[in-house]
């Protein structure tokens, strides 16, 4: 597609659940990101994949959050046991990479995460 | 690791010019960027400096000073659609992004 597509756009759940949120990058886009933000807060950095390096998983909050990305293409990130605490938009984004790119980041609209 | 600082928040008046400051401290530089985000919305690029000096993107200029780990960005004639939150982020040498916690910019009449 033109630009990142992130589904759902919007999900409730109750504590406890698990749930999964997916990016569709841009095509050709090597590197992909997830970030959290909380309501009035920045961007919180989540993970990282480049290319076929292992991804950066530095910024996980815990062991219950999990993502996979399918070669250059779909990520999926899992959140496992939700918590309140979980409750955020998740912001996925996209670069060409580096070499002769800004690298500048291309976002999605987000997937906005409820827990009740 | 690093560590990014932003003021929280900014209020100017319309048709001024106002300037947001971006301090970092980073184990590895390789570029920063400044984006902007209306409320609910996505961010949107709008500047990337990796060697020193200004540049100037029409009303939005951004600046950078990588020996003292200090950028702004500057905005001219400002227009009530500027009002927004303005994000610093910084990308360390294994091209991973880090934000600051983004200013919050008022634009008044």
């Not at chain 2, 209020?11 to 209306?38: D, K, M, P, R």
Request: proline content about 4%.
């Amino acid at each position: 597609g033109a630009g990142v597509s992130q589904s759902p756009s919007n999900k409730v759940t109750e504590k406890g659940k698990d749930v999964e949120l997916r990016c569709d990058p841009i095509s050709g886009h090597t590197a992909l990101y997830w970030y959290r933000q909380r309501l009035g807060q920045g961007l919180e950095f989540l993970i990282y994949f480049q290319g076929n390096s292992a991804p950066d998983k530095s910024g996980l909050p815990s062991d219950r959050f999990s993502a996979e990305r399918t070669g250059e293409s779909v990520s999926t990130l899992t959140i496992q046991r939700t918590q309140q605490e979980d409750s955020a938009v998740y912001l996925c984004a996209s670069s060409p990479g580096q070499g002769r790119n800004t690298g500048e980041l291309f976002f999605g609209e987000g997937s906005r995460l409820t827990v009740l | 690791g690093q560590n990014i600082d932003q003021p929280t928040e900014m209020t100017a008046t319309e048709g001024a010019i106002v300037q947001i400051n971006c301090t970092y401290q980073t184990s590895g530089f390789n570029g920063l960027f400044w984006y902007q985000q209306h409320a609910g919305e996505a961010p949107t690029f709008l500047s990337y400096n990796v060697l020193d000096g200004l540049e100037e993107k029409g009303r939005f200029s951004s600046f950078l000073s990588r020996s003292k780990g200090y950028s702004y960005l500057l905005l001219k004639e400002l227009q009530m659609k500027d009002s927004a939150s303005y994000l610093c982020a910084v990308r360390g040498r294994a091209g991973k992004s880090t934000f600051g916690d983004g200013t919050t910019l008022t634009v008044k009449p």
